[in-house]
Structures are given as structure tokens and as C-alpha cells.
């Protein structure tokens, strides 16, 4: 038998394996949707499609391989460990009731079993990479061709289009369908569910086959708070396994073993062990936690998986950000990314403080491998809480700034308020990017013939009208830029 707490942890390496697969995909379809060539004529567009789906195919194979061979190995040794694990606390019971549990021993017909639970698993898991490798093409397949409409459509510009698609993308994810019923899950999920339904079946099947090996009808059934209302009715029960008992109820017709709904199905965090009626002390009924009943404790977990499940869609939107900033190449662009990383970094601090705090108040266990994202590593959770922090600039327009270093007096602009605002950049940084610049770009003119003079500062970049001087627009200074000029 096997504690709820040991499946709960079983499939994370699994799901960590999948998750950085799932970032490193979304992270080349974010690099290729910006690099793609969008004002192709119609009658070309379908052939630049097909070059980019292609190298696009390519690499998601590749990616899917790479870990479908680390998959396998993963799958066999949960497996092989869960099955020992379970086995394990039932000889440990027996002989601590003076049974033999020679039987049990190195029988071929349990090693039997775990090899194909392994089998069996990995082919789940099989299903779910193929399902992954079509749902990754077809979802850069929808961002090139919803590109390339509201682009040549005029209805967005480009850096408009894109920024949408990226928003959309990362904050969904690689969704995975997961039933016959086409239900949609996130890849961490189904990821989740495939491995703990394939590790808990295996284990399930053992230890009906170790009842057969100890002469026995019956097993009982584990109990947990906050166990699903359907899978309440009947855990911490003894039942029958032929369900020719006239004490016992039937087994599998009572706890619908065998199917996805039932015991050892989607997500089921029960097991159950064989029982020696007069001999196996019965397990009491565990349906409480700190006095809340078992309905209380349910309705909790379902609210912190919400949360967690939030928590996780912000930090998959931050790593993409992420990325899709340091890709651009140019500034306006490059400055437009680092206002959507803002706002999304404000966002996850709020939701992991609605997270936090609904665990402190529930005195709920928060699990930390729930919410980690791969790709939403401490560089990125870095800039996250630099930017959720960053102040709102507190300047008016036309209101007096400081002095370049060559002593012109600069002012602000409505568009610069605006821009700022956005971007989570505060008044320090513009002052410190307009007095004290790591460097000073040459002026450049736009289509309307506007001079523009940009100061690089260590937190952010400003665009000074050299003269007027109105400081038109800002944006943070990205990590690179930084570092090459603070090293002349």
C-alpha cells in the first residue's frame, strides 16, 4: 500500500522532464514567430509557411526524442519503486503478525507484473508525447497564419500581432488532450495524470496478485482527507475480491477498479492491500484534517489547485517574455516586450501572495513543485520582482527633469508618462539614464524628419528630442545592452 503523499511526489522528475521540454519548444516557436517573414504576398505566404513548419517539425521531434529515451528509463524505475514500496509495507504488516511471507518473496508473477506496468506506462506516455509533438506544430501553425492576417489585413501591426500571440501562447501553454471525451489539459497535468495512473494501476495489480499468493479474498482500501466525494463513499472499506462474500461488498462493482473514474484511475491517490480477516489489524478511517471533514479538506485542495494552476500560467508567461525581449532586435519592439514582462511580473506577485496567503489561512502544506515552471529560474524570477516592485513614475507632464551631461534641460512629455507607466520604469531610472548615461547614441530622425537622441542608463533607456528637450519615450534597459557598455 501506498501513501497519498508518496504519489503525490512519484511523478515530479517525470513532469520537470516534460515541463522544460514543453518551455523549450515554446521558447523556439516565440524566436521563429519574430524572425518569420510576415508581408509575404498571398500567393507565397503558403510556401513560407511550409519551410517554417518544416524546420519547426524538425526541432520539435528532436526535442520530444531527446526525452522520450530519458522518459522510458524514468517510467521503469518509478515503477519498479513504487511496486517495492507498496509490497514493502505489506510484508512489513504480516510479519509483524507472525505470517510467512515466503510467498511474497521474489515471486515471478509480481516481477512479472511491474515489468509490464512499465510497459504499459511508458505506452501512456508514448500516446502523450505523439499527441504533444501534433498540438506544438499545430500551435505555431495557428500563430504563423493569425500573423500573418491581422498583419496583412491592417487590423495590427506586426509588433502588435506578435506581442498578442506571444501573451496567448505562453500564458496557455502546450495543452494536451487527455480523454476520448477531447477534455483539454494543461502538459503538466496530463503529464501528472499519466504517470500516477500508470504507477498506481501497476501497484494495484500487484497487490492483487500478492493476495492471490497469501490465500486471501479480501483487501482494504487507504483513506485521506479531502478525498474526492465519488472515491469518499468507499475508501477505508474491506471488500471482496471474487464478490462472492456475503459480508463484504464486491471489490471492483463498489470501487470501480479497472476504469478511469474508479480506484487506482485518473489521479486516484488510493491504494489498498490484502487482508487476512483475524489476522490484519483493519486501518482506521483517515477523513479529517485539524477538524475540517473530508468534503471541507476537498473543496480546499481544489481551491489551491486553482491557484497553484494560476501561479504556474504567470511564470510560463514570464519565462516567454523573457525570451521574446532578449530576441528583439528592435527598440521600440525590444522596449514593448519589457512592458508586457512588467505587467505579467505584477500579475504572478499578486497571484503568489493570493497563493500564500490562502495557505496560511488554511493552514494548508504548500507545495513548491506544483507551481515550478521550467524556464522561470532565479534570473527570471529576479527580473519578475524587480519589475513587480519597480514604482510608478511620479512626474507631469512638461515637468522639469534633470541635465544631460553636455547641460541641456530636459522635460517631460504625456507620451513619456504613459510609456513609463506601462513599463514599470520610475522617475530614479529616467533621471539616472538622462545624468549619468552608460552611453549616448547618435541622433536619428524618424519618417517625420523628428530628431531623437537615445541615453542608455543602467536601469532604463530614454529618448531625449536634442532640441526641445522633451523626453519622449522609455523603456528598461536590457541585460545585454547593459553589460556592453558598462564594460567601455
Not at 42 to 70: C, N, Y
Not at 208 to 221: E, G, K, N, P, S
Not at 425 to 454: C, F, G, M, T
Request: hydrophobic share 35%.
Amino acid at each position: 500500500m501506498l501513501l497519498p503523499d508518496f504519489l503525490d511526489g512519484v511523478a515530479e522528475p517525470l513532469v520537470a522532464l516534460w515541463a522544460k521540454v514543453e518551455r523549450d519548444i515554446i521558447t523556439d516557436i516565440v524566436r521563429r514567430l519574430m524572425q518569420a517573414d510576415y508581408l509575404t504576398p498571398t500567393a507565397k505566404w503558403q510556401a513560407v509557411k511550409a519551410r517554417e513548419m518544416g524546420l519547426t517539425q524538425t526541432e520539435i521531434a528532436r526535442q520530444v526524442a531527446r526525452a522520450s529515451g530519458r522518459s522510458e528509463g524514468t517510467v521503469r524505475r518509478m515503477v519498479q519503486k513504487a511496486a517495492a514500496e507498496s509490497l514493502g509495507v505489506t510484508v512489513r504488516q504480516y510479519r509483524k503478525a507472525g505470517l510467512d511471507t515466503a510467498p511474497l518473496q521474489g515471486s515471478r508473477a509480481i516481477t512479472q507484473l511491474v515489468r509490464a506496468g512499465a510497459r504499459q506506462t511508458n505506452g501512456l506516455m508514448k500516446n502523450f508525447t505523439g499527441t504533444l509533438a501534433k498540438t506544438a506544430a499545430k500551435a505555431f501553425e495557428n500563430c504563423l497564419d493569425s500573423a500573418w492576417l491581422q498583419v496583412t489585413s491592417g487590423a495590427f501591426s506586426l509588433g502588435q500581432a506578435l506581442r498578442s500571440l506571444v501573451r496567448e501562447l505562453s500564458g496557455k501553454g502546450l495543452t494536451q488532450v487527455a480523454y476520448p471525451s477531447e477534455h483539454v489539459d494543461q502538459l503538466d497535468v496530463a503529464a501528472r495524470r499519466a504517470v500516477i495512473t500508470g504507477v498506481n494501476h501497476t501497484v494495484g495489480e500487484v497487490q492483487l496478485q500478492a493476495a492471490t499468493d497469501m490465500d486471501t479474498d479480501l483487501v482494504q482500501v487507504s483513506s485521506h482527507p479531502g478525498a474526492r466525494p465519488t472515491h469518499a463513499v468507499w475508501q477505508g472499506g474491506v471488500y471482496s475480491i471474487s464478490g462472492g462474500s456475503a459480508k463484504y461488498k464486491p471489490f471492483r462493482e463498489t470501487t470501480g477498479y479497472g476504469t478511469g473514474p474508479g480506484l487506482c484511475g485518473w489521479n486516484c491517490r488510493h491504494s489498498f492491500y490484502p487482508f487476512l480477516e483475524g489476522v490484519s489489524e483493519p486501518l482506521p478511517l483517515n477523513d479529517t484534517l485539524d477538524g475540517k471533514n473530508n468534503d471541507q479538506v476537498y473543496a480546499e485542495s481544489q481551491r489551491q489547485r486553482e491557484l497553484e494552476r494560476r501561479v504556474r500560467e504567470s511564470r510560463r508567461q514570464c519565462a516567454a517574455l523573457d525570451a521574446a525581449r532578449q530576441t528583439a532586435v528592435d527598440p521600440e519592439q525590444k522596449a514593448a516586450y519589457e512592458a508586457e514582462f512588467s505587467k505579467a511580473a505584477k500579475l504572478l506577485k499578486q497571484r503568489e501572495a493570493r497563493l500564500d496567503a490562502y495557505c496560511a489561512d488554511t493552514g494548508r502544506k504548500k507545495l513548491v513543485d506544483r507551481v515550478q515552471v521550467e524556464g522561470y529560474n532565479r534570473s527570471v524570477s529576479g527580473k519578475a520582482t524587480a519589475a513587480a516592485k519597480a514604482k510608478p513614475v511620479a512626474v507631469v507632464a512638461q515637468e522639469k527633469l534633470v541635465k544631460t551631461p553636455d547641460g541641456q534641460h530636459t522635460q517631460a512629455t504625456k507620451h513619456l508618462l504613459e510609456r513609463a507607466a506601462e513599463r514599470g520604469v520610475s522617475k530614479e531610472a529616467i533621471n539616472d539614464a538622462i545624468s549619468s548615461p552608460l552611453h549616448v547614441k547618435p541622433v536619428k530622425y524618424d519618417a517625420k524628419h523628428r530628431p531623437s537622441r537615445q541615453y542608455i542608463g543602467k536601469e532604463a533607456t530614454v529618448a531625449v528630442n536634442p532640441e526641445s528637450g522633451d523626453v519622449t519615450s522609455t523603456w528598461l534597459t536590457g541585460n545585454k545592452t547593459k553589460k556592453k557598455y558598462q564594460k567601455e
